[in-house]
Nanobody, 124 residues
Framework: QVQLVESGGGLVQAGGSLRLSCAASGLTFGSYAMGWYRQAPGKERELVACISSGGSTYYADSVTGRFTIARDNAKNTVYLQMNSLKPEDTAIYYC??????????????????WGKGTLVTVSA
């Protein structure tokens, strides 16, 4: 049974930082591309960042230079370091796993597994 469990969300002031973690189990973690998506209130879910099984990374324009995605295959964990947070970063952040890596960056439809999300709230 595959599980993706996000943690690290919370309330932070604008300009602050948070680090999200996603612990994976039940899969061969190193063989999957991993992605972070977010969904803000009233908006569609969007890709924030992703990292391939080989370590290539992709970032949405809105977070480039502020967020960093990284993975630790020994710990079956993917991270999202978020710096210089803005109120518009407020959203539920989801971790997802892509087994086949057919598209880059992956689409939401490419993702085989999803976590339940962690809430990030950035106050002005």
């Amino acid at each position: 049974q595959v599980q993706l469990v996000e943690s690290g969300g919370g309330l932070v002031q604008a300009g602050g930082s948070l680090r999200l973690s996603c612990a994976a189990s039940g899969l061969t973690f190193g063989s999957y591309a991993m992605g972070w998506y977010r969904q803000a209130p009233g908006k569609e879910r969007e890709l924030v960042a992703c990292i391939s099984s080989g370590g290539s990374t992709y970032y949405a324009d809105s977070v480039t230079g502020r967020f960093t995605i990284a993975r630790d295959n020994a710990k079956n964990t993917v991270y999202l370091q978020m710096n210089s947070l803005k109120p518009e970063d407020t959203a539920i952040y989801y971790c997802a796993a892509d087994r086949y890596e057919r598209r880059w960056p992956p689409t939401q439809q490419s993702m085989n597994y999803w976590g339940k999300g962690t809430l990030v709230t950035v106050s002005a």
